[in-house]
């Protein structure tokens, strides 16, 4: 059974930092691309950036090219997303996912077939 476990959210205040991890399970674990969306109240999902099993990483949002940094530990099963100078737009349920490595369509949603259950990210202004 594959299982994603995210974790490290919270709330922080404006121009502060977070890390979060995203704990995988049940899979190989070097055959998926990773990825983080997230999902602000009322807005659609959206994907922020991507990691190939090598650690080749592909951002698919322009706001967040700079301040957000995407990584991955295979030796741990483990995604990370470091997010810097957080601002209240950044305020979201933030998902890990997987989807079986292929060489493309990072930035494409619909292709990632395991999902975490989410971590709440609150960015006080």
């Known amino acids: 059974q594959v299982q994603l476990v995210e974790s490290g959210g919270g709330l922080v205040q404006t121009g502060g930092a977070l890390r979060l991890s995203c704990a995988a399970s049940?899979?190989?674990?070097?055959?998926?691309?990773m990825a983080w969306f997230r999902q602000a109240p009322g807005k659609e999902r959206q994907i922020i950036s991507a990691?190939?099993?090598?650690?080749?990483?592909?951002y698919c949002a322009d706001s967040v090219k700079g301040p957000f940094t995407i990584s991955r530990d295979n030796a741990k099963n483990t995604v990370f997303l470091q997010m810097n100078n957080l601002q209240p737009e950044d305020t979201a349920v933030y998902y890990c996912?997987?989807?079986?490595?292929?060489?493309?369509?990072?930035?494409?949603?619909?292709?990632?077939?395991?999902w975490g259950q989410g971590t709440q990210v609150t960015v006080s202004s």
């Open positions: 996912a997987a989807k079986p490595e292929s060489g493309t369509n990072y930035c494409m949603g619909a292709r990632y077939n395991y």
């Open positions: 990691i190939n099993w090598s650690g080749g990483t592909t």
């Open positions: 049940g899979l190989s674990f070097t055959a998926y691309a």
